[in-house]
């Protein structure tokens, strides 16, 4: 068994594209996270800023008091949706790279499908065994990772319903601080 030119180009070429693509998204996730980190940032300062003035004006001390627990809820909502900002970039580049890795697993296993065809095909008599062997162990790699995709799916739901347990437990008791 053999593989031709254009085989091992056209492969070639496939994985330099595989990778060529999860260099895109990742890139992609830290572009859209330095932005949220800037804009925060910049947000930030300008609300430090309004603030210290705000407390500044104050007449008294206990007006300067009042005015900066009145504070606290909008800094506590700012940073839960900044946290879930993050959440979802994450979790959005998350999910483009599993749906990556599925295809390219979906790929290799037609793949390497193929070449135990051929090599059943091309096999001398008496090695019926060894393929049927090599045909139960990809069908066992196909399983495990069927299996490790599922509990990957489940950890990322379990995840997503934790944020947003915590993001809502968050903003009920910033609202209740009020």
């Known amino acids: 068994m053999s593989i031709n030119p254009e085989q091992f180009a056209a492969a070639n070429k496939a994985t330099v594209d595989s990778l060529l693509s999860v260099a895109n998204t990742a890139l992609a996730s830290a572009e859209r996270i330095a932005a949220l980190n800037l804009n925060t940032a910049r947000a930030s300062l300008e609300d430090t800023a309004s603030n210290v003035k705000a407390v500044l004006d104050a007449k008294d001390p206990q007006?300067?008091?009042?005015?900066?627990?009145?504070?606290?809820?909008?800094?506590?909502?700012?940073?839960?949706?900044?946290?879930?900002?993050?959440?979802?970039?994450?979790?959005q580049t998350q999910q483009e790279l599993a749906k990556m890795v599925?295809?390219?697993?979906?790929d290799f296993q037609k793949s390497v499908a193929s070449m135990v065809e051929m090599a059943a095909k091309s096999a001398p008599a008496g090695s019926e065994g060894a393929v049927a062997a090599i045909q139960n162990a990809i069908a066992a790699a196909n399983s495990a990772f069927g299996n490790m995709n599922s509990v990957a799916k489940q950890f990322a739901d379990a995840a997503q319903a934790n944020i947003a347990a915590v993001t809502k437990a968050a903003s009920t008791g910033a609202k209740k601080s009020k």
């Not at 599925?102 to 979906?106: D, I, K, L, M, R």
């Open 63 to 91: 007006a300067a008091l009042a005015v900066q627990s009145s504070l606290a809820q909008p800094a506590v909502e700012k940073a839960v949706a900044y946290s879930k900002s993050v959440y979802e970039i994450t979790s």
């Open 102 to 106: 599925e295809a390219q697993f979906g």
